[in-house]
């Protein structure tokens, strides 16, 4: 069984840093994508930063120069460093990742992380 477990989510006063972190754990072969997502009620889910196999990211513009995602491969872990946060920033953070089994690629999300800017 794949578990996605995320950590570092909290409250925090607007320009602050908040470090997310989102481990990967289970029977599983190899690890492609990782990345994050974020959602607010009454929203569709949507992408915030994505680290690719080797140093390949995008990022959604709305946090360009301010998120910077990474990854330890040791770990299986991914990393968001978010700085300068805004109210706006204020959502659930999802984790996800493509996990090889043998060959198949399947996507595995974790239950999320409240962060809350308060202004």
């Known amino acids: 069984q794949v578990q996605l477990v995320e950590s570092g989510g909290g409250l925090v006063l607007a320009g602050g840093s908040l470090r997310l972190s989102c481990v990967a754990s289970?029977?599983?072969?190899?690890?492609?994508?990782m990345g994050w997502y974020r959602q607010v009620p009454g929203k569709p889910r949507e992408l915030v930063a994505v680290v690719y196999t080797g140093t390949t990211t995008t990022y959604a513009e709305s946090v360009k120069g301010r998120f910077t995602i990474s990854r330890d491969n040791a770990k299986n872990t991914v990393y968001l460093q978010m700085d300068s946060l805004e109210p706006e920033d204020t959502a659930v953070y999802y984790c996800?990742?493509?996990?090889?089994?043998?060959?198949?690629?399947?996507?595995?999300w974790g239950r999320g992380t409240q962060v809350t800017v308060s202004s």
């Open positions: 289970g029977s599983f072969n190899g690890v492609d994508a």
């Open positions: 996800y990742a493509d996990l090889y089994s043998d060959l198949a690629l399947t996507e595995y």
